[in-house]
T-cell receptor, first 116, second 115 residues
Framework: EAQVTQNPRYLITVTGKKLTVTCSQN?????MSWYRQDPGLGLRQIYY???????DKGDVPEGYKVSRKEKRNFPLILESPSPNQTSLYFC???????????????FGQGTRLTVV | AQKVTQAQTEISVVEKEDVTLDCVYE???????LFWYKQPPSGELVFLIR??????QNEISGRYSWNFQKSTSSFNFTITASQVVDSAVYFC????????????FGSGTRLLVRP
């Protein structure tokens, strides 16, 4: 089954304690990205990656890091989490290319993060 | 500016009523894609529909229908004979062809269908 898997689904942590949210896809997609969802703001892109070792900032990258060492994995790293990073996080992947099929993004189940 | 506006924050209807969720977008690009996603209380995002900018045909899928009008930059979503299971947050989103391939989401409309 084609899927994007995020872990953990829920996480409560304390300010300043480094954490990593993992994301893995099994569709051999080149493109992966991270979004955060906040009330009244919809989803906003944090970082994206066009392929292995190619990453770039989205609209709200401050306080986050990513890496893309393998095509299937795209972890989101919070080196020193703060309460304003409390949010619902989504990982997404899609194929690249001009076909209409490649316009659809596949989303993970979401990770609800609380930083106290 | 590239932007999606969902002006309705919350809508409450009684079961079996029809309801329309509005979506207005802004983009300078001539090639773009519009999407609707459903987010049920469990939190995941469920893809509902994709429409490209060259296809203005309306679409119907069961009780769901979508009206795309480039003249008014709108992509509205209608649920006919709503059901309690339709209760969710609905997001409209825009994607255009730049290097980021990002989806630009509206702020979402929370739909509550009461029995």
């Amino acid at each position: 089954e084609a899927q994007v898997t995020q872990n953990p689904r829920y996480l409560i942590t304390v300010t300043g304690k480094k954490l990593t949210v993992t994301c893995s896809q099994n569709m051999n997609h080149e493109y992966m990205s991270w979004y955060r969802q906040d009330p009244g703001l919809g989803l906003r892109q944090i970082y994206y990656s066009m392929n292995v070792e190619v990453t770039d900032k989205g609209d709200v990258p401050e306080g986050y890091k990513v890496s893309r060492k393998e095509k299937r994995n795209f972890p989101l790293i919070l080196e020193s989490p703060s309460p304003n990073q409390t949010s619902l996080y989504f990982c997404a992947s899609k194929g690249l290319g001009t076909g209409e099929r490649n316009t659809e993004a596949f989303f993970g189940q979401g990770t609800r993060l609380t930083v106290v | 500016a590239q932007k999606v506006t969902q002006a309705q924050t919350e809508i409450s209807v009684v079961e079996k009523e029809d309801v329309t969720l509005d979506c207005v977008y802004e983009t300078r690009d001539t090639t773009y894609y519009l999407f609707w996603y459903k987010q049920p209380p469990s939190g995941e995002l469920v893809f509902l529909i994709r429409r490209n900018s060259f296809d203005e045909q309306n679409e119907i899928s069961g009780r769901y229908s979508w009206n795309f009008q480039k003249s008014t930059s709108s992509f509205n979503f209608t649920i006919t004979a709503s059901q309690v299971v339709d209760s969710a947050v609905y997001f409209c989103a825009l994607m255009f062809r730049d290097s980021s391939y990002k989806l630009i989401f509206g702020s979402g409309t929370r739909l509550l269908v009461r029995p």
